[in-house]
Every structure is written in C-alpha cells, then in structure tokens.
C-alpha cells in the first residue's frame, strides 16, 4: 500500500508541473523550463501510467491536448477538424515500433517524414478560394481563437486560391526565422524592454496580440503542414494535398521525404537533424506521417493524438568548454549584465563564443567561475545557455565570481536594487547608460532619427559631443566641426543627420515619450 500511496504522489506532483508549464508554453508564451526537460517529465508521467493505467485520469496531461482558448484575445471559433498534438518520441526504437506497427496492418504504407518546426499552430479556412479565417489551435478539440487579422499581415499566407474551391481548411505552423527574431530583441533592448526567450515565443505573442501592425513589422513566417478538410476536390494522399497547395501558391513544408520502410524513415530523420543547424529557422524534432489519407482513417485517433503520425524529438545538442572571462557590461536602465566569454564552439551548425549569466544570483546558482569547464547549450535551438559547470575538472583554487559594487564602465557606486536580482550602476550620467538611453530615443519605434546607429551615437558621446538626448538637437551648432573631424562622416553624410533631427521634431508626441524611457511607458502603453 505504501508502494501505492508514494506513487500516487508522484503522480499528483507530475499532473501539477506539468499543467504549470504546458499553461505556460501554451497561453502565455513563456516557460520556465527548457522543452527537453518538460519532454522528460512528460515521458516520467507516461511511464508511470503505463505501469499503473488504473491511476489515469480523464483531466491527466496526458489525455488532453495542451492549452486552452484565450478569451480576452480575440473571438472564439469553432474547429471544423480537431488540431490534435502529436505523440513524441525519443529513441529510434520508437520510431521503428512506430512504423512496424502501420506495416502490419498496411504492408504497402508510405511515410513522410518532414520537419518539425517551433512555432504556433495555426489552421487557415479558405471559402470559394477566399481566406475567411485563421484560428489557432487553442484547446485543440473544441474551439480556438481568431486571429484573422494578423495572419492577413504575414507574407507567406496566401489570401486567394488559384482555383475556387468551395470549402479548403489546413494547418500550418507560424514561426519566426533566427534573422527576425534577432531584429525583434535588438529593437526590445533598444526600448529598454525585456528581450524575447526564443522565436517560439516571440512568434506566439505576436499573433495573438491586437495590433496587426506589429505582427507585419515583426516578420512572421508560416509553413503548412496538413490538409485538414475540403470540400469540391478529392485528395487520396498527403502529398497530393501538398501537390494541389502547391498549385495554389501554398507555402508547404520544405524538404519532405516519403518513404517505405524503417530503415528509410529513420536515415530520413537523422538527415534532418544533420541540417538543422544550417536551416534559418528553429526545428524541434521530425514528423512521420502516413500519407495514405484512407489508411489515416482506419488508423483513427486518440483522444490526444492521431495514431498515423508520430514525432521524433532530437535531444539538446551541450559542448564542452573553457569559460575564460565575465565580462559586464551596463544597459540603459543601469543594470549591469554578465556576460560568459569561452573557447568557441559549434552548437547547432553556429559558432558560439558568449552567452548571459543574467545576474549575481544566477552565477551564484551554477557555481561558476573563470577558468571553469562549463556546458554549454542552444535553449529554443538559438539562445546559447550555460547549463552547468563540471567541477571535478575545476583548477585549483579559482576563488567565486562576484560582480561587485562599482560600476565597470564609470567606477560609479553600484547597488542591488530591492527585491531584485539585479545591480544596477547610480550615476546617470555613466556614459554606458547615455549611450544606450540615446540610442533608444533615436530608434525606429521612437523618434527614428535616421543615420544614427550605435557607431554613431558611440563616437559622438565618447568626443564630448552627446551628454544627454537634449544634445542631438544642439549638433547643428558644431557641424563644421564633425565635418572637419569626419567623426560621422564628411559633408553630406553630416547635413544628412542634422536634416533627420530637424525633421523629429514633428514627430508625434507618443514617439517623444516612447523615446524618453520612462519606466513602465514602452511603446503600447
């Protein structure tokens, strides 16, 4: 009974982490642990009720497709067609008893095996060749939410068919390639906002906020996927689906295989994760699916997933190496950021050099110091982490990293604000934070004062000429001076700059106080 009684707590505990974090992933686009370590406790939960299928409940995560419909974003919709999660696995006997399995019932099965890519379902209804709705996945059975508008504002969806069909419904996948989401946080420290965890994420908030505006600006991308209904044209397989979609000026998902056997589906596979470092977007494992849309329906579903299709999960990629400075650095708002320097490595096709220790308590956390082994990783398949440090490789006494409490740019006082983790330098005028509060005021998003970016704004605080934003509008009284000195270029590249600031001064006044940086008043509010 005790044996019982400890794995009923267990799994009580699991059911809780996991709803915790599948809420977080699914409604509110953030997660505090990484996908492999939630695929772990996932797996952990699935064994146990495996093992004991008495203890399953119908509300277990489960038996339920992660995320719900979020009301207050936008009009709930109906789903014509499920959009059911899929099943992951993460051994290549799996997938084999995967594909064994249809092959017994179907000995001339075909498998398509494809990309995995990280973003956020999203399923497209067309009516007589007209897009008349685009509704996310939401709780995956019953409903999910509108959001129409802003897939009208990304590029690789199509709004009219070639041919008008009467009724044509697919899911696809909306995600944001590594060169936009790279944009998108550069802009975001810029504003002095916090920066995007992963395109994931990135690419979830901004089809379901409210101003279409921001989700063209942020250069969404979409793939398709699935046929999930249609009315007026007869389809037999997949990939005459994906043929017809195709036709139709349909982005469909690249570089697809179909294949006949284990061995097949599994080379097909590992050749997708041998490319995934050069892709320019975020993939998270491969799907194998039966293309026999017959076959499908035999095969059926789950009340959480379809059973002709199955995804392969590819484990984190983590390198060895020599972390060989902390280096800190000091943003606008005067918090001071460490930053990890070590031997170059290559994680998922990139080299990596850097990545953040964000704060004191998080270098605390790992234990780590310079001159340590440190594993690093790719957390969303692009943002380097350190994720541990192998201490029985430490040298000899290495004493513990402490950021202190003097500002590394001014020499200024620095404190640990109070219920924060964070040090933050208490001189307004350290030219770290002058260069980055300019440098903010003359982004896109606020006054965007053309021709001045961090070189620029770098080189005239550094000669003197840039104290505070208020100077940019007394540059036009030393012109002849920056044109003899060539500090941002000779004449015409100079009355060019002051023609810009000239013409900021009939910006709105919402620009003025984005550019500004009050706390707490970003662009929205």
């Not at 540059?475 to 002849?480: E, G, K, T």
Request: hydrophobic share 40%.
């Amino acid at each position: 009974m005790s044996d019982i009684k400890e794995i009923k707590n267990e799994l009580t505990k699991l059911r809780k982490k996991i709803r915790k974090y599948s809420k977080q992933y699914y409604d509110e686009n953030a997660s505090d642990i990484s996908d492999y370590d939630f695929d772990l406790l996932m797996q952990r939960l699935k064994a146990i009720e495996a093992e004991y299928p008495e203890l399953i409940t119908k509300n277990s995560p489960t038996q339920k497709v992660g995320g719900t419909a979020q009301r207050e974003v936008g009009v709930l919709v109906t789903h014509d067609v499920p959009m059911l999660s899929l099943q992951d696995v993460f051994s290549e006997d799996e997938i084999r008893t995967f594909v064994t399995g249809v092959l017994s019932h179907f000995p001339s099965a075909e498998f398509v095996v494809e990309e995995k890519i990280d973003g956020l379902s999203l399923a497209l209804r067309y009516e007589n060749g007209a897009l008349v709705r685009a509704i996310t996945r939401g709780d995956g059975v019953v409903q999910g939410e509108d959001v129409t508008l802003n897939a009208r504002a990304i590029s690789d969806v199509v709004e009219t068919l070639h041919d008008s069909v009467p009724y044509f419904e697919v899911r696809g996948e909306v995600y944001m390639e590594r060169a936009a989401f790279a944009e998108v946080n550069e802009r975001q420290e810029l504003l002095g906002l916090k920066p995007f965890a992963n395109p994931r994420n990135c690419a979830a908030g901004t089809l379901r906020q409210l101003d279409a505006r921001v989700t063209k600006e942020r250069k969404l991308s979409m793939f398709v996927f699935n046929l999930q209904r249609a009315e007026g044209h007869s389809f037999t397989s997949h990939t005459d689906a994906y043929d017809f979609m195709r036709a139709q000026g349909i982005k469909i998902i690249a570089n697809y295989n179909v294949c006949h056997t284990a061995d097949e589906v599994w080379n097909a596979i590992m050749a997708i994760g041998a490319r995934r470092g050069d892709l320019p977007y975020d993939i998270d494992g491969a799907v194998v699916k039966v293309n026999d849309f017959a076959q499908r329906a035999e095969l059926g579903t789950t009340a959480k997933a379809p059973r002709w299709a199955i995804a392969y999960k590819y484990p984190p990629e983590e390198k060895e190496t020599i972390l060989r400075n902390i280096e800190l650095s000091v943003g606008r708002t005067g918090r001071i950021t460490p930053t990890a320097v070590f031997d170059p490595v290559q994680l998922c096709g990139t080299r990596v050099e850097r990545a953040t220790l964000h704060n004191q308590d998080y270098i605390d956390s790992l234990d780590v110091r310079i001159g340590d082994t440190i594993l690093v990783y790719k957390s969303g398949e692009i943002i380097p982490r350190v994720k541990a440090v192998i201490k029985e490789k430490r040298p000899k006494n290495i004493p513990p990293f402490v950021i202190g409490d003097q500002c590394p740019v001014c020499g200024s006082h620095a404190v640990r604000e109070t219920d924060t983790a964070d040090m933050k330098c208490q001189n307004p005028a350290c030219p770290a934070q002058v260069e980055n509060h300019i440098l903010n005021f003359v982004s896109r998003n606020a006054m965007d004062i053309k021709g001045f970016g961090e070189s620029a704004i770098i080189a005239l605080t550094h000669a003197g000429y840039l104290h505070d934003i208020a100077d940019i509008y007394s540059l036009h009284l030393h012109r002849d001076e920056l044109i003899s000195s060539g500090l941002i270029g000779r004449e015409k590249s100079v009355d060019n700059r002051l023609a810009a600031i000239n013409e900021s001064k009939a910006n709105t006044p919402d620009r003025l106080l984005t550019g500004l940086g009050i706390s707490g008043i970003g662009r929205a509010a």
